[in-house]
């Protein structure tokens, strides 16, 4: 089992930019799916960006050249990030960490099911 830590969010004013990151711990990690979801009071938790290898990453359309995913191996420690650019009111949420062993990894299609391991949120609000 992975324990998933998120950290990074706060408040930010429109065209802001925040980066958010998830200490990973555990074994197996490199086999797995890693992702960043959303979800916003009142609505679904939403795919926002999967990472299946460096160079194989996915973006929900609505964050797609805005958001970057990206993933930090160093000395035995995993840290998955998530730099956001040119935010928006709509980007507010409670922004999760997730890992699962999918092997898909992409953002089509991505269900909250499908990753077992998630940390428990860092919450992202971007006033106009």
């Known amino acids: 089992q992975l324990k998933l830590v998120e950290s990074g969010g706060g408040s930010v004013a429109a065209g802001g930019s925040l980066r958010l990151s998830c200490a990973v711990s555990g074994t197996q990690y490199s086999t797995y799916c890693m992702a960043w979801f959303r979800q916003a009071p009142g609505k679904e938790r939403e795919g926002v960006a999967t990472f299946a290898a460096p160079g194989a990453t996915t973006y929900a359309d609505t964050v797609k050249g805005r958001f970057t995913i990206s993933r930090d191996k160093s000395e035995g420690a995993v840290t998955l990030y998530l730099e956001m650019n040119s935010l928006k009111p709509e980007d507010s949420a409670m922004y999760y960490c997730?890992?699962?062993?999918?092997?898909?990894?992409?953002?089509?299609?991505?269900?909250?099911?499908?990753?077992?391991?998630w940390g428990k949120g860092t919450q992202v609000t971007v006033s106009s």
């Open positions: 997730a890992s699962g062993p999918w092997g898909g990894c992409t953002i089509d299609g991505a269900s909250p099911s499908y990753f077992g391991s």
